[in-house]
């Protein structure tokens, strides 16, 4: 190479807008803003029929379809899907990175883009088989999908010289199973003006004078440690209300037509919306179970709350533990139900009080901005190409 600006091919398994989907593609805007050249190919996680490009804030994405038989297959581990991308016609590019353990990323990186880029790179950023959420194999998809995820978890960490996850566990695995380079890359937010909280309020349609705790996003497994501990407090006779977003509303039942008078739920958000929903609570909520899937996860929820000065009340369990030990306005919330109930009553006692610690934005952002992570990346690309 005789240029240190690189021409990358980033492959994913899915184009729909949540979960990893936002570790990659944030990614990729910077590195796009440094200078280089990204393009995303993935795979229509919708029923159009049509391979289409489009541009998502300035990366182009190669959106190929998925094969019939989904509902037998899945989309991720779609034999079909798979091999047909085997065919597509990619580009020669300096640096493939890989996002996944999936049948659908690797056959093509195996097949097609191995030959075509100088440099492989793997992404792993969730513990897909070895945590508990997979143990249930109902059906045929369910146990196809469990399969080869698990071996592919394996078969990755083997091959790969150079690997990038989201925390020590998955670090750890993947040198025991073989990887040879392996980095920690953590999830980020971009900075941004954080609205007033009482604008933030009246779009979202919260009250304006109230005290807010709330909790943003899908992985809401431990909502009910939240829910349970709010109750508790309610009960003490403190008006305090709870905000969500993200979930389901299935995730309300069970609770007491009381309890949700103080509960104000806004359904699914827009990212961009989810910056109001920040902005206009006081205290975020991270209750997280202690599994290997959450040891080895960074919920993206966690960066995104700090991103709008928000403190964060936080189990004491994966990756952001070790942030909870350095930011004062991380408050560490032990790794029970238990633990989390006693911590969220003392803490909300404490913003009610208003002792809580500010955040410092300019600690948060040295950290985990998305400009920063993908600067790293850049070094780790540029170091494994010797430019």
């Known amino acids: 190479m005789s240029t240190d600006k690189l021409k990358i091919a980033f492959v994913t398994a899915d184009s729909s807008t949540q979960g990893t989907y936002f570790r990659w593609h944030n990614i990729a805007i910077g590195l796009v803003n440094l200078g280089h050249t990204v393009e995303v190919f993935c795979i229509d996680n919708t029923n159009q029929p049509v391979a289409r490009m489009e541009i998502r804030d300035g990366v182009v994405y190669h959106i190929a379809t998925s094969a019939k038989g989904k509902s037998i297959f899945g989309t991720m581990n779609h034999p079909i899907t798979a091999t047909k991308r085997i065919f597509d016609d990619f580009s020669e590019c300096d640096i493939v990175h890989v996002f996944q353990p999936f049948l659908t990323v690797y056959l093509p990186w195996k097949f097609n883009f191995r030959k075509k880029s100088k440099i492989t790179f793997f992404d792993w950023d969730d513990l897909w088989v070895d945590g508990e959420r997979d143990k249930e194999k109902r059906n045929f998809r369910s146990n196809w999908e469990y399969k080869l995820k698990g071996y592919f978890e394996h078969k990755i960490s083997s091959i790969s010289k150079h690997m990038t996850v989201c925390s020590e566990l ?46 943003m996003g899908r992985t809401g497994f431990e909502l009910h440690w939240a829910f349970n501990a709010w109750a508790v407090y309610l009960k003490q006779g403190k008006n305090v209300r709870f905000a969500l977003c993200g979930p389901n509303e299935d995730v309300l ?56 000065n928000l403190p964060v009340l936080c189990s004491e369990v994966g990756q952001i533990s070790e942030y909870g030990k350095k930011y004062p306005w991380v408050i560490k919330a032990g790794v029970s139900e238990e633990d989390w109930t006693k911590h969220f009553l003392e803490t909300v006692q404490l913003l009610i009080e208003k002792k809580l610690v500010p955040v410092d934005r300019a600690v948060v952002l040295q950290d985990l901005s998305w400009n920063g992570i993908a600067k790293q990346i850049e070094q780790l690309y540029l170091k494994a190409a010797n430019i």
């Open 170 to 215: 998955l670090k750890k695995l993947a040198i025991e199973r073989g990887a040879k380079q392996v980095d920690i890359i953590p999830n980020g937010f971009w900075e941004y003006d954080v609205p007033e909280k009482a604008l933030a309020r009246e779009k979202l349609g919260l009250q304006k004078g109230a005290i807010y705790v709330g909790f």
């Open 253 to 308: 039942n069970g609770l007491t037509d009381e309890v949700r008078s103080y509960l104000d739920y806004l359904g699914s958000l827009t990212p961009a919306d989810t910056r109001y929903f920040a902005a206009a609570i006081d205290l975020g909520l991270l209750p997280l179970m202690k599994t290997e899937f959450n040891e080895s996860r960074f919920p993206i929820k966690f960066a995104e709350y700090l991103a709008a």
